[in-house]
């Protein structure tokens, strides 16, 4: 499985873009890219997910450089109920897809 | 509600009790999963079920049991459990192990403490 790298936390204020990178040097061809959002005492929430290039959706986008060895998630204009921790996966290829999550990014954001 | 459904939502249990937890989903998945995250901790893969059969145990503890009698509900039977088995136990859905498109949808979790 690819190793995924991230900050442990980021600080933001209500209204700002906040982005948040992962690096997953050691992605496979076939591998894809998924971010899950988990708020404290609850299990976490799919977001978004993408091979390549850019993908957006209601909550976020996500761009992948043309190496795909890292990833960007976007969070446009953020509140204070984006206050959460943010997990990168990175996997898919193979067969069977289990992802396996490492500690994540907290995010607070403050008023 | 994400579609999966745990309870109880909170379970307080002496080491000596034997207490069940359950999770349901009528997402038409066929994939289950069992996680555990303790404190400032990343979540912890258990177990997985894919059309009813086990397909992984994560080397966890024998007083830990699942039990799957259907793709859409999902048991863990505890039994003799220690203080440090406290913690949030989540259950996940895809629609198989090898659904990478898709995601996976978790529920709410049991939040589990062992006096």
């Known amino acids: 499985l690819a190793k995924t790298t991230q900050p442990i936390s980021m600080d933001s204020y209500e209204g700002q873009e906040v982005n948040i990178t992962c690096s997953h040097n050691?992605?496979?061809?076939?591998?894809?890219i998924t971010w899950y959002q988990q708020f404290p005492s609850q299990g976490p929430r799919f977001i978004i997910q993408g091979y390549k290039t850019k993908v957006t959706n209601e909550v976020a986008s996500l761009f992948i450089p043309a190496d795909r060895k890292s990833s960007t998630l976007s969070l446009p204009r953020v509140s204070l109920s984006d206050t959460a921790v943010y997990y990168c996966?990175?996997?898919?290829?193979?067969?069977?897809?289990?992802?396996?999550f490492g500690r994540g990014t907290s995010l607070i954001v403050h008023p | 509600e994400t579609g999966v459904t745990q309870t109880p939502r909170h379970l307080v249990m002496g080491m000596t009790n034997k207490k069940s937890l359950k999770c349901e989903q009528h997402l038409g998945h066929n994939a289950m999963y069992w996680y555990k995250q303790s404190a400032k901790k990343p979540l912890e893969l258990m177990f997985v079920?894919?059309?009813?059969?086990?397909?992984e145990n994560n080397s966890v503890p024998s007083r830990f049991s699942p039990e799957c009698p259907n793709s859409s509900h999902l048991f863990l039977h505890l039994h003799t459990l220690q203080p440090e088995d406290s913690a949030l136990y989540l259950c996940?859905?895809?629609?198989?192990?090898?659904?990478?498109?898709?995601?996976?949808?978790f529920g709410s979790g049991t939040r589990l403490t062992v006096v």
């Open positions: 079920y894919n059309f009813k059969e086990q397909t």
């Open positions: 996966l990175v996997g898919g290829s193979g067969g069977s897809y289990i992802p396996t």
């Open positions: 050691n992605i496979a061809t076939n591998d894809y």
């Open positions: 996940a859905s895809s629609q198989t192990t090898s659904d990478r498109v898709n995601g996976y949808t």
